[in-house]
C-alpha cells in the first residue's frame, strides 16, 4: 500500500452581502466571504490538500478565478470534480483534518452537518473528516473579524 499525506491552506476576507458557507454548509452571519466562487474557505483548503497528496497543484491552477465558469461556484461541486481526480487514480480517504480559525462566525453547531457533507463527498464514514474551529484570542486580521484561515491535512492511501 502506498499513503500520501497532503496540506492545503486558504484564507478569505467578509463581504458583505454575500451568503457565509463553509463545509458546504451555509452559516446564518451577516456577512460571507470575498471570492471568485462561493468562497468556502474550509473546502479549498481540503481541496488544495487533496490536490497536493496527489502530486498536483493547487485548486486556483485547476479552477482559475479568471475563468467564468468559476465564478460563483458551489465549492462543493468542485471537490467533487477534486475527488474524482483522485479516486481515477485509485486513492482513497483514510483521514482528513480540518481547522477552522475566526472569530466569527461561531460554526460549533455546524460541524457535524459540515463532517457529514463532505464525507459523503469523500466516500467515507463521517468520523474521517474532522472539523475543528479556534479563535485567535482577537489577535491580527482573524481577530478583527475581517476574515477567516482554514487549514486541512488529508491521508489518502491506494
Same mark, same amino acid.
Given at each position: ?8 491552506? *486558504?484564507?478569505? %476576507? =467578509? ?22 466562487? *462561493?468562497?468556502?474557505?474550509? $473546502? ?12 498536483? #497543484?493547487?485548486?486556483?491552477?485547476? =479552477? %482559475? *478565478? ?7 461556484? *458551489?465549492?462543493?461541486?468542485?471537490? #467533487? #470534480? ?11 480517504? $483514510?483521514?482528513?483534518?480540518?481547522? &477552522? &480559525? ?6 460549533? %453547531? ?5 463532517? $457529514?457533507? &463532505? ?6 464514514? %463521517?468520523? #474521517? ?9 482577537? &489577535?491580527? =486580521? ?17
Amino acid at each position: 500500500m502506498e499513503f500520501r499525506i497532503g496540506q492545503g491552506i *486558504d484564507i478569505h %476576507p =467578509f463581504q458583505e452581502g454575500r451568503p457565509c458557507v463553509l463545509g458546504g454548509v451555509e452559516i446564518p452571519s451577516s456577512k460571507g466571504l470575498q471570492g471568485h466562487s *462561493d468562497a468556502d474557505a474550509l $473546502v479549498h483548503a481540503l481541496m488544495d490538500a487533496i490536490l497536493g497528496a496527489t502530486g498536483r #497543484r493547487d485548486i486556483g491552477t485547476l =479552477f %482559475p *478565478d479568471t475563468d467564468q465558469a468559476f465564478k460563483d461556484a *458551489d465549492s462543493c461541486e468542485l471537490l #467533487r #470534480r477534486v475527488w474524482s481526480l483522485a479516486t481515477s487514480e485509485g486513492w482513497s480517504l $483514510v483521514n482528513a483534518d480540518i481547522t &477552522l &480559525l475566526a472569530e466569527v462566525p461561531r460554526v460549533k %453547531p455546524y460541524v457535524t452537518q459540515m463532517q $457529514v457533507k &463532505l464525507s459523503e463527498i469523500l466516500g467515507g464514514e %463521517p468520523s #474521517r473528516v474532522t472539523i475543528k474551529a479556534t479563535t485567535t484570542e482577537r &489577535l491580527g =486580521f482573524i481577530g478583527r473579524e475581517e476574515g477567516v484561515l482554514a487549514s486541512a491535512v488529508v491521508l489518502i492511501t491506494r
